[in-house]
């Protein structure tokens, strides 16, 4: 039996949220992370599962250690005079994005985050072959570090960079001009079952810090970003039985 109200309540023998079964339970690894152009609209997702039409321009973020997403909304509190009681004046929202990744070889984390930037005419060589491109070296092949992220935007609309942000897949100058143009984040959760609970964009990102750490007892080393977002769009996820 649910526990719907205060008189139907047996804390000896039901659970309150009586519904859950063992699989559906949101997880870390039922959790993908993406990064993609600034905006929703830029990144064309489209989210209907059971079905082959899942559709979008973001690119899946892997060796994530931890994601933090924080929201605040500014408030401002009014007293009277003659009165114990005050009013709330709401505010805008802020929100902040905090990433740790292990450091491998492969696309940095800055690298990773701009997924969806490519070089335009006359600036500085940033993802000048094709998606999924490789090198031979040593009759072993490894991803080429010159391949684009994800298939080609409009580059045409792309800021021409003047000071580059780093070498081929190794991101790691922050004053780059680069930074100084937005990005976006896709977040898609699923339960256990891998039924759809939700998914959300966040629009015109920033790098706001970037660190890494380095010990001498370390097994691995990691680097991490700080990032302020300008809004969360939810994305709809339609379900189908077809």
């Known amino acids: ?7 139907n309540w047996d804390f000896h023998n039901y659970h309150v949220q009586q519904e859950l079964g063992g699989g559906q339970f949101v997880s870390a690894e039922s959790t993908l992370v993406g990064a993609g152009p600034p905006s929703l609209a830029g990144a064309n997702i489209n989210l209907e599962t059971n079905r082959e039409s899942q559709s979008g321009q973001v690119y ?5 250690e931890s994601v933090g997403l924080q929201q ?4 401002q509190r009014i007293f009277e005079i003659g009165s114990s009681r005050s009013y709330f004046i709401p505010g805008r929202v802020i929100g902040s994005l905090t990433i740790g990744r292990t450091f ?3 696309p940095s984390l800055l690298r990773v985050l701009y997924a969806y930037y490519r070089n335009s005419a006359n600036d500085i060589d940033i993802g000048t ?8 070296i040593d009759n072993t092949t490894y991803p080429n570090p010159d391949s684009a ?3 080609k935007f409009a580059i045409g609309d792309l800021h021409k960079l003047q000071r580059s942000p780093g070498d081929d897949y190794f991101f790691i100058d922050l004053a780059s001009d680069l930074f100084s143009q937005p990005t976006g984040m896709a977040i898609y959760f699923k339960d256990g079952n891998m039924v759809s609970v939700g998914a959300m964009y966040l629009e015109s990102c920033y790098v706001q810090g970037h660190q890494m750490t380095i010990s001498s007892g370390s097994v691995l080393v990691m680097e991490g970003v700080s990032m302020q977002y300008d809004r969360i769009v939810p994305i709809k996820v339609l379900e189908s039985n077809g």
């Not at 039996?1 to 008189?7: D, E, L, Y």
């Not at 072959?129 to 031979?136: K, L, N, S």
């Open 72 to 75: 605040s909304k500014q408030l």
């Open 104 to 106: 491998y070889f492969g």
């Open 60 to 64: 899946p973020v892997g060796l994530l």
């Open 1 to 7: 039996m649910p526990t719907t109200s205060f008189s």
């Open 129 to 136: 072959e094709a998606p999924g491109a490789t090198i031979e």
């Open 149 to 151: 992220l994800l298939d």
